[in-house]
């Protein structure tokens, strides 16, 4: 193929036409703003890290310990959502497959995660999550695609300026339910419901 030619060859094939025709239905109950986060695993965590920040130039927000996660797990940002990168350490080897840990993707209202909850629920999705996580902060339901992809919907994730440090760890509020996560909210997040029927209490 020449320079500067586009191949086009497949393009009107009936089930390319038909992927491309794929729509999204009206009237979901809640609205993905953006892809959040994405989780790696890597080999060599300080590797990694020099990698991300030296060549990329993110910035570190937080690290846990591996009393906390396996191999380590090192939080950091480009903007200033608390991360829109994480890396945990103990991937066995390069290209396993297994370098995914999860992708997440933000809404605009605590609210959507509780619907969320309700919409994946109502279509037996598998989810394995629901709550607040410590370092970020944000609330959230965690689930699986039909390939056992670990995927997050989350709100509320910290802001970081960028000569700002991420909150402390005191500040913190692990919660194992989207209720609790509202009832215990860390300073500064606000967790007021626009509708609280939509809790389970």
């Known amino acids: 193929m020449a320079h500067g030619i586009v191949d ?44 991300y920040t030296e060549v990329l130039g993110f910035r570190v927000s937080d690290v846990y310990p591996a009393t906390m996660v396996p191999g380590r797990m090192v939080f950091m940002r480009c903007a200033q959502d608390h991360h829109g990168v994480a890396l945990v350490g103990g991937a066995e080897a390069p290209g396993n497959g297994n370098e995914l840990n999860h992708v997440a993707f933000e809404v605009s209202s605590i609210d959507e995660v509780f619907r969320a909850r309700d919409h994946l629920k109502k279509h037996g999705v598998k989810i394995s999550y629901l709550g607040r996580r410590r370092a970020g902060c944000q609330v959230a339901v965690e689930f699986f695609d039909p390939d056992n992809h670990m995927l997050e919907i989350y709100w509320g994730i910290d802001r970081i300026g960028t000569n700002e440090n991420a909150r402390p760890a005191e500040e913190w509020r692990e919660e194992l339910t989207l209720e609790a996560a509202v009832d215990n909210a860390p300073p500064g997040q606000d967790t007021t419901m626009m509708d609280p029927l939509l809790r389970k209490d």
Not at 9 to 21: F, M, S, W
Not at 40 to 45: E, F
């Open 8 to 51: 086009t060859e497949g393009l009107n094939e009936p089930d390319v036409v038909a992927l491309r025709k794929t729509s999204t239905p009206d009237g979901l109950p809640f609205s993905i703003n953006k892809i959040g986060h994405v989780v790696l695993m890597v080999q060599d965590l300080e590797k990694s890290v020099k990698f």
